[in-house]
């Protein structure tokens, strides 16, 4: 169980890479997506004899991270006709570097956390660090609005990550209320960017400085 | 029942404003449900209801202490924005009302959670209903400060969730059975597991820091404030940033019992000395009357952690300044909008001798700018001296030093600014403006309204008052 458990974390921290190196936003979206997917499947895989509520879980995790976020994400990217560059702040080498020596760094600072029993020598806690540091680097270290999105996704992919840790112990309600907040989220972000779409004419948000100091 | 009331009666206002059909008539729906919502914390406030140890939401002394303080500012708020929608009638108030009203229920959700989750879910709800507030202009600028307060505060929000994760596992890990109320995670005390606990307790800061605004994630505040309308900006200056204290409050009393306390002592007491720097410093060189008001609150919440920081009759001082800083700020967003739309401009290089054009809201932003830099008899000034006299009496001689340099930057600040758009001749093109937007009693008397209670916080502070901050004193000394 805890080997394709790893096995499927692996995964996650090399979509994690593969995010933080592609040049083409439709390649970016698409490894948010498959990231989704692995980790929605990540609850069945978990428990031995996976009752509804993880079932529920598993479902609307696959159904909201892996297809209806990607959907909206596409259709922005279509509607707002933007070219498919991402155009970094950090290069795709440096990023990349950064995400290697930040998985790194989080598999050493997960050896600091105590773990309990059950959950020893699983990658949950390094591969939860690994996505926030990823997700960091892409939202500070892309210019355009889509790609930003997608590391925000990329951090609460590491949150939900850590999230399992306390599958068996956090109610439902819980779990339900954080998944709803997260897709309303981003509902929300979407609908953004449109707006900026309109009143910019792009989608660059190196164009947002109206307002400094 | 009360205690949920207060919860859905917003909400439920929320949904009708939403099917309400006309644009003119709407914004009532906003006095009306403040008000019931007045008269439930009030009543709350003064016949305080037994609490449930394990109860998820309920009306606990630290509700009790501050929520009231929103609900009142809420109701002032609602009032003056009726007459602010009418004057704003060309845009539609169907998404800006009950974005307002969902957001003073959440804000009451917010306070009243007694569990890690449904206090997060609640902040996280406020963070989203600000939104629409937020973008309310339409103007590109609008959508700037929006696209930023979302970028910054959903970061800070994540983190947070982070960090409750982190706080369950504390708990998981010192056998505790996944109760996740604050009250079964005070009581495990110094079985919750140190690292995991230590890692907890910097994330939350960070993450309900940034929705307080302490420096130095306070970057979305002047944005927000800045393009905001000035009630939204109140309700986000009193309101939301006292959500994410009480939240840090209640995370602060876990890390206490147990047995970090010093180290929570020692982040808070820094966070809020930094916080009050910078904003000093940010204060002395901004040019924008309203982004002037952000870097107020964020100084106003560094003094709020101060007092936390100090324990017992600084946490006292804190919960009173909670009061005085909602109420005070409230005024000055009211007038400063009131003076914004009469002046057509926003800084000093645009806006001058407004005391002709808008001499009542000028007389009020004055009066408010005097009082929330601690003047003489008004709330504010009582409260700092209280966190003053705290950090002396518990020899913090350096930080109190710091506190009052501050301060004094602060006024410098605030002052210059002030000052250069209230005096010398109006500029031309504010002088069309003046005469376009009269001001009537609907603008004047909340503002007004809400300078004359902090006046009365300070001079004679209600003893129903007295007792709730005790109440919450007494709770965080004894779960020590």
Redesign the interface.
Known sequence: MNDSMNLLIGLAMGLNLLALGSSRLPTLISAVSMQGMALGVMPLVMEEHPDWRVVLIAVATVAGKGLVIPTLLRRAMRAAHIDREVEPFIGFVSSLLLGAGGTVAAVALAR?????PEHSGSLLVPGSLAS?LTGFVL?IGRTK?IS?VCG?LI??N??YL??L??L????L??EA??LL?VT??VF??GI?VD??QR??DSLD?RK?T??R? | MKELLLIIVPLVGAAAAALWPDNRTRPWLLPVVGGIHVVLAFWLLIAPPEVAPGAWVAFDPLARAVLPAVSLLFLVCAVYGVSYLQVRSERSNRVFVPALLALLGLLSAGHQARHLGLLWIATEGVTLAAVPLLHFNGTPRAFEATWKYLLVGGTGIALSLLGSFCLGYASLHGGGQGDLTFTALTAQGAKLSRPWLLTAWVLLLVGYGTKMGLAPMHTWKPDAYGEAPGIVGAVLAGGVTTVAFTAILRVFGVVSAAGEGFIADRTLLAIGLFSMLVAALMLLGTRDFKRMLAYSSVEHMGILCIGAALGGAGLWAALFHVWANGLTKGALFMSAGNIRRAAGGRTMDEVAGMSVLTPRSVAIFVTGMFAVTALPPFGPFFSELRVLRAAFETGHGGAAAMFLACLLLAFFGLTRLVFAIVDGRPRTASRAGGQKIPETMGVILPPLALLGLSLWLGLATPTVLHDAWTAVVTQFSSAK
Not at chain 1, 112 to 116: D, E, I
Request: glycine share 10%.
């Open positions: 600091l956390l105590p773990l309990l926030v939202l609005a930003q925000y951090l609460e590491g949150i850590f999230g840790l306390l068996h112990s956090t109610p309600l819980v209320g954080i907040d309303v989220g929300i972000i953004i707006r900026i009143a910019f948000t947002l109206a307002l100091e």
